[in-house]
């Protein structure tokens, strides 16, 4: 089959198509021929994860396409299936953390940038019938982080204001649309003009750049939640938009892991504090359920052919992506 594989040396210039081994189903699997897959940042972090001495993998978390090939012992799941993959693995039930073994598609394990991959069935749901095969393969990883973030950690209720800094990741516009659609009010912030446009266009409330004094901004309102992702460029400014007794919830550091926290200050103001990565299998059903309900559609950047690969890639390297990236596949 094709696939976008990694070997060495670390980074994207260890990364080519090439012509990969057909992977093998066992008792409790199930082979996915994939219509399309989803870029993640993840895929940009493990290109310097993976060691030279490590075997060569198949990139790539998010996919959907139509089960192949069913193996010994697996019930509910039908050759011809079109399905959508949970790229968590190990963690079948909502819990404060993932279990011990929790891990994700795609490395080390082999990924989605490919024609085919093989998956455990339990981690395979019904594709939600009003997406199209690329929303559908650009859903999982992004759609279950922002449910997670949002409902289950952040504990979102309507009529409350949240603040989602860094609009135009693939998570934080899940997040704009879930929290609209539960009647949340919403403030983005970007350096990017166009950025901020384009949520306001989504249905945004207040779109703030992210250079300015944002207190000045929200006229000395305080919010009820912080979905923080960027880390150290926004987090002193993430914490002084919260209410007295309100909540941050953290699931990335695309600008820096370090973030210093003037402590009284935070005991004082009564805050909240969580982290948050992916979520359970539990949780992505609740998801697929709710985008259903609410007829949410993943945002589309661009897609590009696996043969496209490394533009795809520098596109997300550059931030330059408002909403996922996707790869069509067949």
């Known amino acids: 089959m094709k696939a976008i594989v990694h070997t060495s040396p670390k980074g994207m210039e260890g990364m080519k198509l090439e012509d990969f081994e057909s992977p093998i189903v066992k008792e409790g699997q199930v082979k996915v021929q994939l219509k399309a897959a989803g870029l993640n940042h993840r895929d940009l972090f493990v290109l310097h994860r993976h060691e030279e001495d490590q075997p060569p993998f198949v990139i790539g978390s998010d996919g959907a396409g139509i089960v192949s090939e069913v193996g010994s012992g697996v019930e509910g799941v039908s050759v011809g299936d079109e399905v959508v993959i949970n790229p968590g693995l190990g963690w079948p039930e909502k819990s404060p953390a993932p279990p011990e073994g929790f891990g994700i598609l795609g490395f080390p394990s082999n990924g989605t940038f490919a024609e085919e991959v093989v998956v455990p069935a339990n981690q395979v749901e019904p594709k939600p019938e009003h997406l199209n095969w690329m929303e559908a393969g650009v859903l999982p990883l992004a759609a279950l982080t922002a449910y997670r973030a949002l409902f289950t950690r952040g504990q979102l209720q309507e009529g409350q204001h949240v603040l989602l800094p860094g609009v135009g990741s693939g998570v934080i ?13 919403v403030t983005v912030t970007s350096r990017s003009e166009a950025k901020r446009q384009e949520a306001l266009r989504m249905g945004a409330d207040r779109a703030i750049d992210s250079a300015s004094d944002w207190t000045e901004t929200l006229q000395g309102e305080k919010v009820d939640l912080v979905i923080e992702s960027v880390g150290a460029a926004t987090f002193d400014k993430s914490l002084n938009a919260v209410k007295p007794g309100g909540t941050v919830v953290t699931f990335g550091a695309s600008a820096g892991d370090e973030v210093h926290i ?42 590009f052919t696996l043969e496209e690969a490394k533009e795809a890639f520098n596109r997300m390297e550059e931030a330059k992506q408002f909403g996922k990236i996707g790869f069509t596949i067949s």
């Open 173 to 185: 516009t899940f997040i704009l649309q879930y929290a609209k659609a539960v009647g949340a009010q």
């Open 262 to 303: 003037n402590i009284r200050e935070f005991f004082y103001g009564q805050y909240n504090l969580l982290g948050t990565t992916m979520g359970s299998h539990e949780e992505f059903r609740d998801m697929l359920s709710f985008i259903r309900k609410y007829n949410i559609k993943p945002v589309i950047d661009r897609t």
